[in-house]
């Protein structure tokens, strides 16, 4: 079983990077960004918890990665997690090889800004590690269970049998970390039906029922559903050829608008910020407040639409940025869901220390958690899990070679 495990979530210019460390409670974390820059840098933490702040101009992946792991511990991984954003059809974490290697690039067409990334990290970490094993682990893998009826789009077949045009999700290794968390805390041990509500500058939905997602509210693309940071979540399809005829936009622009102009920054004019926004807000800026409103409503539209595919309802967690800190957009979004039986503890809401987990309904009604997500340690956990059987199948077949 790996010792120490590299987690890596490679951006186009940046890595975050984290060192996690079995039977330790600390982890290392680091942050490369402006790569290929000359504000090129490096900041995280040491072991001692010291901060790290380093220049290092025009550097790229690789060195990056090679400066960042020297400078930030004496550890050495064991083993390497990959987050990687879109794994097509396939359902479970992979050992990286070369046929993983180009499930991932067939799948850029449907994460163009992602994917390609995160095989600039592979590569790094593979010119760096060569005798390291490296795992993938996918966003949409936990999503793989859902069945037709929630996955496909309503359009011809042919796109989706020749096209693999069809609703993915995304979020999956958070969605998953805090369905088997919050169900454990709940002393369900992932049974029942759960609904999870991510709510960071990305946010999704996810219906989960006996551990396994049954339904999630992004689809093809993370643009998909909620109302986001910038993300616009759900549009009348009609939009694009709208803006097309009438203001002559093309797909780029439109695009661009949908995914990095819209949503909460879109609606409020001022910022993608929730904290900001709240503010704002409470300062008397109307568009700040209608931008809250609106996530709230179509947050609680979202979770209330998902509940259909739950043969029954025994609570809802939230998570993210949004949802682990904000005991006002959690009580928003739930005064949306008068109809669901919810009962929030208004002291426990509140009360809540930032970061913690703790259940804030009053003890009536179907309950209602907040679970801090661990992307990092669950892709840890996923990258040691395949580790371990990709080994334990070596001596399996070892033992039969020799028995032979
Ligand atoms: P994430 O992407 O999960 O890091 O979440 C980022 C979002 O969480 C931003 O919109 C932040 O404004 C929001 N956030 C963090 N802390 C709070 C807070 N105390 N109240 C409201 N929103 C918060």
């Known amino acids: 079983m790996p010792k120490s495990v590299l987690v890596i979530n490679c951006g186009s210019s940046s890595i975050k990077f984290a060192l996690l460390l079995e039977d330790q409670d600390f982890r290392i974390h680091g942050l490369a960004e402006n790569l290929g820059t000359p504000e090129a840098r490096i900041k995280g933490v040491t072991v001692g918890n010291e901060p790290v702040d380093i220049h290092i101009p025009n550097a790229g992946h690789s060195e990056a990665l090679e400066v960042g792991l020297s400078r930030l511990a004496n550890y050495k991984p064991d083993a390497i997690g990959h987050r990687i954003v879109h794994g097509g059809t396939l359902t479970k974490a992979e050992l990286i090889t070369e046929d993983i290697i180009d499930t991932i690039r067939q799948a850029t067409p449907l994460a163009p800004l992602h994917n390609p990334a995160h095989l600039v990290g592979i590569e790094a970490t593979r010119r760096l590690f060569p005798d390291l094993p490296q795992v993938a682990v996918f966003d949409t893998a936990f999503h793989q269970t859902m ?146 409103e609106v996530f709230c409503y179509r947050l609680a539209k979202s979770l209330s639409a998902l509940s259909c595919g739950l043969p029954r309802l025994d609570g809802l967690f939230f998570t993210g940025g949004i949802g682990e800190n904000s005991a006002y957009i959690r009580e928003k979004t739930l005064g949306y869901m008068p109809h669901f039986g919810f009962n929030l503890s208004k002291d426990g809401n509140n009360n809540l220390k930032r970061g913690t987990e703790g259940r804030i309904d009053n003890g009536t009604g179907p309950q209602i958690w907040v679970v801090p997500t661990d992307e990092e340690g669950r892709i840890a956990k996923e990258t040691a899990s395949v580790v371990q059987s990709g080994l334990g199948a070596l001596t399996a077949k070892k033992s039969e070679a020799v028995s032979a």
């Open 147 to 292: 069945p037709a009826h929630a996955y496909r789009y309503a359009v011809p077949k042919f796109l989706y049998t020749e096209h693999n045009v069809r609703r993915y999700g995304f979020h999956g290794t958070s969605h998953a970390y805090v369905s088997e968390r919050g169900s454990e805390l709940a002393g369900s041990l992932k049974q029942g039906g759960w609904l999870v509500a991510h709510l960071g500058n990305g946010s999704s939905t996810c219906a989960v029922w006996n551990g396994q997602s049954v339904d999630t509210s992004m689809g093809l693309t993370p643009l998909e559903g909620l109302v986001m940071g910038t993300r616009s979540g759900d549009v009348d399809p009609s939009m694009h050829s709208f803006l097309a005829k009438n203001l002559g936009w093309d797909i780029y622009k439109i695009d661009k608008m949908l995914n990095s102009q819209s949503g909460l920054l879109g609606l409020s004019d001022l910022s993608n910020d929730m904290r900001t926004l709240i503010e704002a807000s409470e300062k008397g800026n109307e568009d700040a407040a209608l931008a809250i």
